[in-house]
């Protein structure tokens, strides 16, 4: 006496499956070669299709000069002569700090220290 309920099915037919896989497979070997040259078609495009566009009536040496070069010498030379504010920081600082960092790193280590204990290894 063979019991089979009214909503049990067996699925599909294994040659359906197999098939299935076939198929794609068959669309990976295909879609492959294609991304492929797409990858190298944007490649080649992006080589010769520059960002960069010459100035308009550029022409010789003075073309590919600096433009704006004279103001920009000047302006470092302004910026390298004045004297920057000094960068020290006081004791009461460094000590708000090493306070700050002491209690950050005390809290790492009895982390670790516990992750140790309750692992086993010491």
């Known amino acids: 006496l063979k019991r089979t309920s009214p909503s049990y099915s067996p699925g599909p037919p294994v ?4 098939t299935t896989l ?6 990976t070997r295909t ?3 294609l991304a492929m040259l797409a990858v190298v078609a944007c490649s080649v495009m992006s080589a010769l299709c520059s960002a960069f566009v ?3 009536g550029a022409a010789g040496a003075e073309a590919m000069a600096l433009r704006g070069a ?3 010498i000047a302006y470092g030379a302004l910026a ?20 700050v960092f002491a209690i ?7 982390a670790g220290f516990f992750r140790m204990l309750t692992v086993g290894k010491l």
């Not at 040659?15 to 197999?18: L, M, P």
């Open 22 to 27: 076939g198929t794609m497979a068959a669309t």
């Open 80 to 99: 390298g002569a004045v004297p920057a504010p000094a960068q020290a920081f006081s004791e009461t600082e460094l000590n708000q700090f090493g306070l």
């Open 54 to 56: 010459p100035a308009p």
């Open 31 to 33: 879609v492959l070669p």
């Open 104 to 110: 950050f790193f005390l809290g790492f280590f009895i």
């Open 15 to 18: 040659s359906k499956f197999i």
């Open 70 to 72: 004279p103001a920009a």
